[in-house]
């Protein structure tokens, strides 16, 4: 059984995501030594091609990640003048390393990448990170023609090339940061994998994530996209027992046709939550010279997005924020959310993103209000948002959840909290548990608290299916995404149906086979 400390689901989420796969199980079954992406991935040893020992290059931080993040296979750093480098015994050349290498990072100029390359493919190298940059990116001809070669070359010998001009990837499963930021070997192992052909905005993510301990699968930044493309990693991900939802943050597409095909194939499976930059001429001309990718125009892109059946942000922050609670709770559909906050302000701030992002406050039945008005005192709003100041105890509490989630008019509620001695999340976690296990509606907590007060009760909660965000637009939002994923899962399975490619029950679970195409 996977950890679930280290999963940051509960069981029934594991299963739902990991199925039986171990999180630290790098060996690689003889029938997968044929994917060139499970070898990128889970490879047995790494070479790192340019390697130094001056702190203050890249070639150091690479080994420094590979050995930060305890990456169980052999690590060879290789460098002409270096003897060793963190301890570990360096090669001069790739051909003098004693076993095989799966994976090699190359971090050398680009005048000397092509004679890096072609002596990986001797070794018998299949998995290429190509830190270097000076390629298509630059307004040099000749770079681009270079990269033009090196895709020919590893595409003719079965070599797969993550990057140029890339900062690298990781699997965090398999304890493997394969980049050049050392800090990714902290990320916490979960269901969120990140594809960006941008390694700031790969950055931004994994930071949020760190912060807020949410767990990541795999961090790839595409950068030039030599032979792998968004296309080409998102059937791998589909298929990817480690991944439960995808993130991908685009910059622009030479043929973006390819992957709205893959998102279409991705989407009855799995959420893809896909932000477009570009919005303006100004920064579609900077995507242009970041990536050397076509931005094109963004109103077309995004709108080309959604129809595919992605959920796209406007915003960062928001991507990690909707995978989180699509990894955490089942999809489903609905738009009337209910709010409790023991105090005004934060509810009617609720109230207001429930309405900015076309959602509606639900419109409680004559029933709940008069089971409501039973349990609470009249000295303030009883009503949607339900105002919980002078709710008497923690029964009074758990009663007005029980009355919110059993009135049929509401989809999902919303609890705000915030942090104070006598008021954690701690002490309404039990009653939201137990009201959580006999209603499959979802509960999000909005709980605001200074740091380090109550990162560990946020922890359990999500772990055992309560979603937990600080400010209430962030809440609203990811509550959203949930829906408008829950409304795209319905529309592909009722397709899908419709072609006779299988049936489906009311648990949601698929119970036939379901092929991407």
Not at 72 to 87: A, R, S, T
């Amino acid at each position: 059984m996977i950890n679930r400390t280290l999963a940051g689901l509960d069981p029934e989420n594991q299963k739902r995501y990991y199925g039986t796969a171990q999180l630290n199980d790098i060996r690689i079954a003889p029938e997968k030594m044929k994917d060139p992406f499970h070898i990128l991935f889970h490879p047995r040893s790494v070479a790192v091609i340019g390697a130094s020992a001056n702190p203050l290059k890249m070639g150091y931080q690479c080994v420094l990640s590979l050995r930060g993040s305890f990456f169980p296979g052999p690590v060879y750093p290789v460098h002409p003048q270096e003897k060793e480098i963190l301890g570990l015994k360096v090669f001069a050349e790739v051909d003098q390393i004693p076993g095989p290498v799966d994976l090699a990072i190359l971090v050398v100029p680009a005048a000397e990448i092509f004679h890096a390359l072609k002596a990986c493919q001797k070794k018998g190298v299949r998995g290429i990170i190509m830190i270097t940059a000076g390629f298509r990116e630059t307004d040099d001809p000749k770079g681009e023609q270079l990269e033009k070669e090196l895709s020919a070359f590893a595409n003719g010998h079965g070599m797969k090339i993550i990057g140029p001009n890339t900062f690298g990837m990781t699997n965090v499963h398999a304890k493997l940061n394969a980049s050049f930021t050392p800090l990714f070997s902290r990320l916490k192992p979960g269901p969120i994998s990140v594809i960006s052909q941008s390694g700031g905005v790969s950055h931004l993510i994994a930071y949020q994530a760190l912060d807020e301990r949410v767990g990541l699968g795999k961090v790839i930044g595409l950068g030039n996209r030599c032979n792998v493309d968004f296309a080409n990693l998102l059937p791998y991900l589909t298929g990817d027992e480690e991944t439960g939802c995808i993130i991908l943050f685009v910059e622009g597409q030479d043929d973006p046709r390819v992957l709205l095909s893959e998102i279409r194939k991705t989407v009855p499976h799995k959420p893809v939550v896909a932000m477009k930059a570009g919005q303006s001429a100004a920064s579609a001309r900077a995507a242009r010279s970041h990536t050397g990718s076509l931005a094109g125009r963004y109103e077309i892109f995004e709108a080309a997005l959604r129809q595919a059946g992605a959920i796209v942000s406007q915003d960062p922050g928001e991507l990690l924020d909707i995978a989180k609670i699509l990894t955490i709770l089942e999809p489903a559909k609905g738009k009337n959310v209910a709010v409790m906050s023991f105090q005004a302000g934060p509810g009617i701030l609720l109230t207001d993103a429930v309405a900015r992002n076309g959602l509606s406050m639900a419109v409680l039945s004559k029933k709940t209000q008069e089971r409501i008005n039973r349990i609470l005192p009249p000295l303030t709003i009883r009503t949607n948002p339900v105002d919980m100041a002078f709710a008497r105890n923690e029964q009074a509490f758990e009663d007005t959840v029980r009355c919110l989630l059993d009135d049929r008019n509401v989809n999902a509620l919303i609890v705000f909290l915030l942090h104070h001695p006598f008021m954690t999340p701690k002490r309404i976690a039990g009653p939201l548990l137990r009201q959580k296990q006999k209603s499959t509606k979802p509960i999000l907590l909005c709980a605001n608290s200074p740091r380090g007060f109550i990162e560990d009760e946020v922890a359990d909660l999500e772990s055992r299916g309560i979603p937990v965000y600080p400010l209430p637009e962030r809440a609203v939002r990811a509550l959203k995404g949930f829906f408008k994923y829950g409304e795209i899962r319905e529309k592909k399975r009722h397709a899908a149906c419709r072609k006779g490619a299988g049936k489906w029950k009311k648990d949601g679970v698929r119970h036939e086979s379901f092929g991407r195409d």
